[in-house]
């Protein structure tokens, strides 16, 4: 299956194929409802938003996809939730190896307390590989392609911790990338960050996106207008669930929203 | 909740004075139509003098354009607001040239003789004034529907100029010694003429306001 994009910077619209998958998707945190009934496809190799107000289940609904909701107790998941079709919350899916194709970066940079080369390797040591020599290449070309080789390359071997916030945050998407997966999810990857370290970790996400499923939850609407290719706006129902209201290519969404509860939100007229 | 008031009360503040702006050009256009009517080179003067503050209207309010558009981020209608006062002040402005190039002919005219009593030309004038009065209240109204009608009313301009037009051709082929009169009418009626395809203009930028849509609306003859 595929879908119609128009991509962020390009005047082009690309077939692109659906990478993930929701269908009437509901989420409950014990007697709470968190989500109701989304149904929303992702496509492969393009950058996706998650916008609304705080509390309508933007997060919930990012961590639906590498089943960190599993470990809140209480949390059940009801509906399909699929990557290339495949439904992941079948039981005979193996979350380690789900975890590993679906990448994680969190809101507030998270190194390890351990050097910046080890923080990189890590990943990779842990799902087998032990060989010196490729775990140096892995670290390197993980580094490059976070676009902090350069900043990093002279003291591979000194704390994680002792990087800039910005460094830190790059750290954690080579992390990710070091382990080759095919989703990186954002949850407010730059909410901790200056602006300047913010538009890097920005045009990072554009120079990912060729190669990677990207799925970005923001507070911050220039952001997800600026980097995402598909945006998706979600809003609190009465009972507190969050529902989808509109998804569609960010360059209508935010210049010409179809729904009017849209429209309020990004200009403001209500949060 | 309205969260971004101060912000929607300078988008407010703007609309407002492109409306100001809008009228000032409107008294151009038929101002300079009642000082060809009465040969008087003050009024004329008076127009072209004027013009001075349209232009400096026009830049004021696109300076405030500039500056939401630098430090609000604005979004959809907001954004298409912006946009379309952007485009709209470019028009209005430039009709206001218009005015100014009837009274620059009025002025060249000076005393001579006119050549016939205008009737025509200040049905025009009257036609283009009330498009655009209207044009700007639609602009406000967020009326797609009456900017469609408006614009649709640029035919009955298109009309006239021809009317006019084909007078004043039967004037000089008659007397040789009117061309030169008849010319500087011919003038005139097109900048008449143009100042209601700048007003069709400013309908398309409604739409787009309105629907999001970039649509031409029946391009004039001329």
Not at chain 1, 178 to 203: F, G, N, Q, R
Not at chain 2, 89 to 117: F, N, Q, S, Y
Request: aromatic share 6%; net charge negative; glycine share 4%.
């Amino acid at each position: 299956m595929t879908m119609k994009v128009a991509l962020a910077n390009s005047h082009s619209t690309r077939e692109l194929r659906i990478k993930l998958r929701t269908e009437k998707v509901s989420l409950f945190y014990g007697s709470f409802q968190a989500l109701r009934a989304i149904t929303l496809e992702i496509p492969e190799k393009a950058i996706t938003a998650i916008i609304g107000p705080s509390g309508c289940g933007k997060s919930s609904f990012l961590r639906l996809f590498n089943r960190m909701n599993d470990l809140i107790s209480g949390a059940r998941v009801e509906g399909l939730v699929s990557i290339d079709g495949i439904p992941i919350y079948d039981r005979t899916i193996d979350v380690v190896e789900l975890r590993k194709r679906v990448g994680m970066v969190f809101q507030k940079p998270n190194p390890f307390p351990m050097s910046v080369y080890e923080n990189v390797a890590f990943g990779p040591r842990r799902h087998g590989k032990k060989s010196r020599s490729e775990l140096d290449m892995i670290v390197e070309q993980s580094l490059r392609q976070a676009a902090l080789w350069d900043e990093v390359k002279d003291k591979l071997h000194q704390s994680g911790m002792a990087l800039s916030g910005g460094q830190q945050q790059r750290l954690c998407i080579a992390r990710v990338l070091a382990v080759e997966p095919e989703v990186i999810l954002m949850d407010e990857p730059c909410s901790a960050l200056d602006p300047v370290a913010t538009l890097k970790i920005e045009d990072l996400m554009r120079n990912l996106s060729h190669d990677y499923t990207i799925v970005i939850v923001t507070h911050n609407m220039q952001q997800a207008a600026r980097v995402s290719d598909m945006a998706a706006f979600f809003m609190m129902e009465e009972d507190r669930a969050g529902v989808l209201v509109e998804h569609g290519p960010t360059s209508e969404l935010f210049t010409n929203p179809k729904d009017k509860r849209t429209e309020d939100y990004i200009t403001g007229r209500f949060g | 909740m309205e969260i971004r008031a101060v912000f929607h009360k300078k988008l407010r503040a703007i609309q407002d004075d492109v409306l100001a702006m809008g009228s000032m050009v409107e008294k151009a256009i038929l101002r300079s139509i009642e000082a060809l009517k009465k040969r008087d080179i003050t009024m004329a003067e008076q127009v072209i003098a004027d013009d001075k503050l349209v232009n400096e209207k026009r830049f004021q309010i696109e300076e405030q354009c500039i500056q939401l558009i630098a430090t609000q981020q604005p979004m959809a209608t907001d954004l298409r607001t912006i946009i379309s006062v952007l485009n709209v002040i470019t028009e209005l402005e430039r009709i206001g040239d218009h005015g100014v190039g009837i009274a620059r002919i009025v002025i060249l005219t000076g005393d001579e003789p006119p050549l016939k009593p205008l009737i025509d030309l200040p049905r025009m004038a009257e036609k283009t004034a009330s498009m655009l009065h209207r044009s700007l209240d639609a602009f406000i109204n967020r009326d797609a529907e009456a900017a469609r009608q408006i614009s649709a009313e640029d035919d009955e301009v298109d009309a006239l100029y021809d009317q006019v037009f084909r007078e004043l051709i039967t004037f000089m082929a008659e007397d040789a010694k009117t061309i030169k009169r008849a010319t500087r009418l011919i003038w005139v009626a097109h900048n008449l003429e143009r100042s209601a395809d700048r007003v069709t203009n400013i309908c398309e930028r409604i739409i787009f306001l309105v629907t999001g849509k970039m649509e031409e609306i029946g391009a004039s003859r001329y």
